[in-house]
């Protein structure tokens, strides 16, 4: 290693630490639901994405031998007969023809934009869209124009020079700012004959029989990609849409052709799970997930009927002190700082979930309204706040 490598990465880390923009990995041991121990505290976290309280149960028993791996990629000899029902059963989820499975959300849209956006091809970009789906446009060949957080693309002709399709990409739940577009901006710009890129990946799962933002509003996207490490609890991510599409993928998205297919115990343990969040259990779930963010709303003062409850901050230092005396009084919520989020609006990004009882959504509203209060801060929702 060079010695020009090392200080190099040492200034770096000064200027971090200067800036109040170093990150760690928290390490959580001891959990059961909600509560677990980080740091030497015992906590209530409320900073996790795992809204109907799946992920921290224990996995459904098989009783039967499943190979722990399959060997291969997908295209030599890794599918099986159980993967491809597992695609069906989420592309049902989805309420599409058929689905891709993807190991986690950032390998499918940085596999799927490459394949599905071509030179001549004009694609819209919402502001604040997430990491993955930055990068997956930077590998693509289209010409990327970003569009103030939440804004509809223009509803001019296509300029004469282009050749190709006109597609959005955007969240339908935004991470951040736990906001969504207008359904019916979505409807006028397919009524257009314009093409739809849609993450439902803090979407999917919270709504009737599992489904997502796009299935609830009777939207149907080109291309939609679902999550299942939040409100499903398990792990992996699929794209889904009709048939063509998704055949289009397999022959094109590189993070799918290029990887070893999924192990097949993961894949007997996603098809026995996905029943549950789609049934009766899930519902029990979402009903409770609803009148808990229904408490919180209460609780701070703020309209919204996303479990994403982002508290601006604004310096980052403050959201790191106030991060830490949540901590100190047993509670686990993690400060947002940029570059996750714009310079100049840390925050405090709140997720209350299904697990959550009433007594410690109170309780954290209390706190947290004790701690703004003694540093004068108004509370105040992040979300319209884009620096």
């Given at each position: 290693?060079?010695?020009?490598f090392?200080?190099?990465?040492?200034?770096?880390?000064?200027?971090?630490a200067?800036?109040?923009?170093?990150?760690?990995?928290?390490t959580?041991?001891?959990?059961?639901?909600?509560?677990?121990?980080?740091?030497?505290?015992?906590?209530?976290?409320?900073?996790?994405?795992?809204y109907?309280?799946y992920?921290?149960?224990?996995?459904?028993?098989?009783?039967?031998?499943?190979?722990?791996g399959?060997?291969?990629?997908?295209?030599?000899?890794?599918?099986?007969?159980?993967?491809?029902e597992?695609?069906?059963d989420l592309?049902?989820?989805?309420?599409?023809?058929?689905?891709?499975?993807?190991?986690?959300?950032?390998?499918?849209n940085?596999g799927?934009?490459?394949?599905v956006?071509?030179?001549?091809?004009?694609?819209?970009?919402?502001?604040?869209?997430?990491?993955?789906l930055?990068?997956?446009l930077?590998?693509s060949?289209?010409?990327?124009?970003?569009?103030?957080?939440?804004?509809?693309?223009?509803?001019?002709?296509?300029p004469?020079?282009?050749?190709?399709?006109?597609?959005?990409?955007?969240e339908?739940?935004?991470?951040m700012?736990?906001?969504?577009?207008?359904?019916?901006?979505?409807?006028?710009?397919?009524?257009d004959?314009?093409d739809?890129?849609?993450?439902?990946?803090?979407?999917?799962?919270?709504?009737?029989r599992?489904?997502?933002?796009?299935?609830h509003?009777?939207?149907?996207p080109?291309?939609?990609?679902g999550?299942?490490?939040?409100?499903c609890?398990?792990?992996g991510?699929f794209?889904a849409?009709?048939?063509?599409?998704i055949d289009h993928?397999?022959?094109?998205?590189r993070?799918?052709?290029y990887?070893?297919?999924?192990?097949?115990?993961?894949?007997?343990?996603l098809?026995r799970?996905?029943?549950?969040?789609?049934?009766p259990?899930?519902?029990?779930?979402?009903?409770?997930l609803?009148?808990?963010?229904?408490q919180l709303s209460?609780?701070l003062?703020?309209?919204?009927?996303?479990?994403?409850?982002?508290?601006?901050?604004?310096?980052n230092?403050?959201a790191?002190?106030?991060?830490?005396e949540?901590?100190?009084?047993?509670?686990?919520?993690q400060?947002?700082?940029?570059?996750?989020?714009?310079?100049?609006?840390?925050?405090?990004?709140?997720?209350?979930?299904?697990?959550?009882?009433?007594?410690?959504?109170?309780s954290?509203?209390?706190t947290?309204?004790?701690?703004l209060?003694?540093?004068?801060l108004?509370?105040?929702?992040?979300?319209g706040h884009?620096?």
């Amino acid at each position: 290693m060079s010695t020009r490598f090392l200080s190099r990465i040492r200034a770096e880390y000064a200027q971090l630490a200067q800036a109040s923009l170093l990150r760690r990995h928290p390490t959580i041991d001891q959990r059961t639901g909600v509560s677990y121990r980080l740091n030497g505290h015992q906590v209530t976290g409320f900073c996790s994405n795992d809204y109907l309280g799946y992920a921290a149960e224990a996995a459904p028993p098989i009783a039967e031998a499943v190979p722990l791996g399959a060997g291969a990629a997908r295209l030599i000899s890794g599918n099986s007969r159980e993967l491809r029902e597992l695609e069906r059963d989420l592309a049902h989820l989805a309420g599409a023809p058929d689905a891709l499975y993807f190991t986690s959300g950032y390998q499918a849209n940085i596999g799927c934009l490459p394949a599905v956006l071509q030179t001549g091809d004009l694609a819209y970009s919402d502001h604040l869209n997430h990491a993955s789906l930055i990068d997956g446009l930077r590998l693509s060949a289209a010409t990327i124009e970003r569009l103030p957080h939440l804004h509809a693309p223009p509803r001019t002709p296509s300029p004469a020079s282009q050749t190709g399709l006109t597609w959005w990409v955007l969240e339908s739940t935004y991470s951040m700012d736990g906001d969504s577009p207008r359904p019916e901006d979505l409807q006028r710009h397919h009524h257009d004959g314009a093409d739809t890129y849609l993450d439902e990946a803090h979407s999917l799962g919270r709504y009737a029989r599992g489904r997502g933002w796009a299935a609830h509003h009777t939207l149907q996207p080109t291309l939609t990609i679902g999550t299942l490490g939040k409100a499903c609890g398990a792990v992996g991510a699929f794209a889904a849409g009709r048939e063509e599409v998704i055949d289009h993928l397999r022959r094109r998205a590189r993070t799918a052709i290029y990887t070893t297919a999924p192990s097949p115990t993961l894949i007997r343990l996603l098809r026995r799970h996905l029943p549950r969040v789609a049934g009766p259990d899930g519902d029990r779930r979402r009903a409770k997930l609803r009148a808990n963010i229904q408490q919180l709303s209460h609780e701070l003062g703020i309209t919204t009927d996303s479990p994403l409850f982002p508290l601006l901050i604004g310096a980052n230092h403050t959201a790191l002190e106030i991060s830490a005396e949540l901590l100190q009084r047993g509670f686990h919520v993690q400060p947002i700082r940029p570059p996750t989020v714009p310079p100049g609006t840390a925050r405090l990004r709140l997720t209350v979930t299904a697990a959550h009882s009433h007594q410690q959504i109170a309780s954290l509203a209390k706190t947290v309204r004790e701690l703004l209060a003694q540093r004068a801060l108004p509370l105040r929702s992040a979300a319209g706040h884009h620096a």
